[in-house]
């Protein structure tokens, strides 16, 4: 029996996908399944997204590029972080497209390039994120580069937005694709043919259609939760329709130990919660280990059959407690929601990072790789 589970739904991620393939009718669809899908499990949201209508899969890293291609996926795919060189050849067999800047990825490539065959790449381009990405001129000399070399060639440029969810004013995000145009002209005026050109993410892919191009890149919202409360003002302001987005997890586990405690008694480490009268407590086994974040400490609840247990004391490692003297019928084996709906009742997780001062990527992405992704309906 599994203590703790992650309940993934395939109809909500295929109402996602029909979703943004209708407002990027025009443009590929690039679902970003990096960090473990956004803890939504890699394996299982690839193979159902493509199913309901992505083009591209996006990942971080090769090993997650790697473990889509054991799977059987032959879509193409796009790996957007850091790759070394002594991973050419593992790129060349894995047969992916890269976002590059650094010339001797770019060497190594071409060295390890398979005759008859072609890495495509895509140019970072710095427009103000300072993360990943090159200037204008750097551009330049690394796209001639390209164009030198056999066995790799420019398929696109690509950036990220630095200030796009976090505020309703777009000033900096229209500046920043200021520079990504007057960049894509420079190429096109040195003879650089681009066929796939991407800057938009969830936000802008909402917001603005001007800024899909050929790809669009989706990663939070594909899994059913708006970029942040101030993107979805911006839709509204921008006098858009905002689409509806179904949360496609639900985190649940199982009681492991109902037990009474008399008034005046501390629970936890640190004895940050005394029981005022008489509290039926339900120990259930997950903790921070799992990705069940501390600062949920004494703030946050659990939902059992649709009704409220309140966290009583600290997140601990490995366990919880939630006070249920009001659910009289909880029993050890019974199962708790931890993040998702039960019963008509919802734990959001925009209102999990609320509770522990964070954002809503982080709630499902901290769930531990460990803990079981199972599909529904």
Same mark, same amino acid.
């Given at each position: 029996?599994?203590?703790?589970?992650?309940?993934?739904?395939?109809?909500?991620?295929?109402?996602?996908?029909?979703?943004?393939?209708?407002?990027?009718?025009?443009? /590929?669809?690039?679902?970003?399944?990096?960090?473990?899908?956004?803890?939504?499990?890699?394996?299982?949201?690839?193979?159902?997204?493509?199913?309901?209508?992505?083009?591209?899969?996006?990942?971080?890293?090769?090993?997650?590029?790697?473990?889509?291609?054991?799977?059987?996926?032959?879509?193409p795919i796009y790996v957007l972080g850091y790759v070394s060189p002594t991973d050419?050849?593992?790129?060349?067999?894995?047969?992916?497209?890269?976002?590059?800047y650094d010339p001797s990825l770019v060497e190594a490539l071409s060295a390890a390039?398979?005759?008859?065959?072609?890495?495509?790449?895509?140019?970072?381009?710095?427009?103000?994120?300072?993360?990943?990405?090159?200037? /204008?001129?750097?551009?330049?000399?690394?796209?001639?580069?390209?164009?030198?070399?056999?066995?790799?060639?420019?398929?696109?440029?690509?950036?990220?937005?630095?200030?796009?969810?976090?505020?309703?004013?777009?000033?900096?995000?229209?500046?920043?694709?200021?520079?990504?145009?007057?960049?894509?002209?420079?190429?096109?005026?040195?003879?650089?043919? /681009?066929?796939?050109?991407?800057?938009?993410?969830?936000?802008?892919?909402?917001?603005?259609?001007?800024?899909?191009?050929?790809?669009?890149?989706?990663?939070?919202?594909?899994?059913?939760?708006?970029?942040?409360?101030?993107?979805?003002?911006?839709?509204? /302001?921008?006098?858009?329709?905002?689409?509806?987005?179904?949360?496609?997890?639900?985190?649940?586990?199982?009681?492991?130990?109902?037990?009474?405690?008399?008034?005046?008694?501390?629970?936890?480490?640190?004895?940050?919660?005394q029981a005022t009268h008489e509290t039926r407590l339900a120990v259930i086994p997950?903790?921070?280990?799992?990705?069940?974040?501390?600062?949920?400490?004494?703030?946050?609840?659990?939902?059992?059959?649709?009704?409220?247990?309140?966290?009583?004391?600290?997140?601990?490692?490995?366990?919880?407690?939630?006070?249920?003297?009001?659910?009289?019928?909880?029993?050890?084996?019974?199962?708790?929601?931890?993040?998702?709906?039960?019963?008509?009742?919802?734990?959001?997780?925009?209102?999990?990072?609320?509770?522990?001062?964070?954002?809503?990527?982080?709630?499902?992405?901290?769930?531990?790789?460990?803990?079981?992704?199972?599909?529904?309906?």
């Amino acid at each position: 029996m599994e203590l703790t589970w992650v309940e993934v739904s395939k109809s909500a991620l295929r109402h996602n996908v029909e979703t943004f393939r209708s407002l990027a009718s025009n443009s /590929l669809l690039g679902a970003v399944v990096k960090a473990n899908a956004y803890g939504h499990g890699l394996v299982p949201v690839a193979q159902t997204v493509l199913e309901a209508g992505a083009d591209w899969l996006c990942v971080n890293a090769l090993y997650e590029a790697q473990a889509l291609r054991q799977a059987s996926i032959d879509c193409p795919i796009y790996v957007l972080g850091y790759v070394s060189p002594t991973d050419a050849e593992a790129v060349v067999e894995a047969d992916l497209r890269l976002v590059v800047y650094d010339p001797s990825l770019v060497e190594a490539l071409s060295a390890a390039a398979s005759k008859g065959r072609s890495v495509p790449l895509h140019i970072k381009v710095e427009t103000g994120n300072n993360r990943q990405g090159l200037s /204008l001129e750097q551009t330049l000399a690394l796209a001639r580069m390209i164009r030198t070399l056999p066995g790799v060639h420019l398929e696109g440029i690509s950036s990220h937005y630095a200030d796009i969810e976090d505020t309703t004013d777009h000033t900096f995000a229209k500046e920043q694709l200021s520079r990504y145009r007057e960049i894509d002209l420079a190429l096109a005026a040195d003879g650089h043919k /681009l066929s796939v050109r991407s800057f938009s993410n969830s936000a802008a892919t909402l917001l603005w259609p001007a800024t899909h191009f050929e790809l669009v890149r989706v990663g939070v919202s594909l899994y059913g939760m708006w970029p942040s409360k101030e993107t979805l003002v911006s839709a509204l /302001l921008e006098k858009r329709n905002a689409p509806k987005l179904k949360p496609a997890l639900t985190w649940k586990a199982r009681i492991a130990q109902v037990k009474t405690v008399k008034a005046g008694e501390f629970v936890g480490y640190g004895r940050s919660f005394q029981a005022t009268h008489e509290t039926r407590l339900a120990v259930i086994p997950v903790g921070y280990y799992d990705g069940y974040d501390r600062g949920l400490s004494n703030l946050a609840h659990v939902l059992i059959d649709g009704r409220i247990a309140p966290l009583r004391g600290r997140v601990c490692m490995n366990m919880v407690m939630a006070d249920v003297s009001d659910i009289p019928d909880a029993a050890p084996n019974g199962e708790v929601v931890l993040l998702g709906e039960s019963n008509g009742s919802a734990i959001s997780a925009d209102q999990m990072a609320e509770w522990a001062h964070t954002i809503n990527y982080e709630i499902p992405t901290r769930i531990n790789d460990r803990i079981p992704r199972i599909l529904v309906d």
